[in-house]
């Protein structure tokens, strides 16, 4: 890797439900040989209490690789336990085989949320073990799904931008 990298807050796209709201800050926006960069992400419940439905993370599930392009980024929750691959140290990569996946949980975790409510995480930003370029400046876009028990759910996401 060699240089600083920075990384933005392109875009937040927000949830159809107008009763949440999406919020996505850089906490350390550099990636460098010591360190990762690190992002908040916080979803506001501004309904009537109300049954969400998330993976075992909230509001995000965690790992998240990103969706546009397919592979480059992958959100891992902070702290995480991941190592970094060996023969690439500067890197933030996990040191995962390429056919390894991070798994994912078979159901869904039932949180009542009241009125007013912010949900949060952090989240750390890697390179996909499975990209021949990760960490690569340009455009990363996440997505994620909002569900409400019992009336449905509405997608949400947010865009980063690697620069060097």
Request: charged share 30%.
């Amino acid at each position: 890797m060699g240089s600083t990298k920075t990384i933005r807050i392109e875009r937040v796209d927000q949830p159809d439900d107008p009763r949440a709201s999406v919020s996505v800050g850089t906490i350390d926006e550099e990636i460098t040989a010591e360190a990762t960069a690190t992002i908040e992400i916080g979803l506001k419940w501004n309904g009537d209490a109300a049954a969400l439905l998330f993976g075992k993370t909230v509001p995000i599930e965690l790992p998240c690789r990103c969706s546009r392009p397919e592979t480059g980024l992958v959100l891992l929750s902070s702290p995480n336990g991941y190592e970094r691959k060996m023969d690439e140290p500067e890197c933030w990569i996990p040191d995962l085989l390429a056919d390894d996946d991070f798994g994912h949980p078979l159901g869904l975790m039932r949180r009542e949320t009241e009125n007013g409510e912010t949900l949060s995480c952090r989240a750390e930003i890697w390179g996909d073990h499975r990209s021949e370029n990760p960490l690569e400046p340009g455009e990363y876009s996440f997505e994620e799904t909002l569900s409400v028990e019992d009336e449905g759910y509405a997608k949400w996401g947010f865009t980063l931008r690697v620069e060097t």
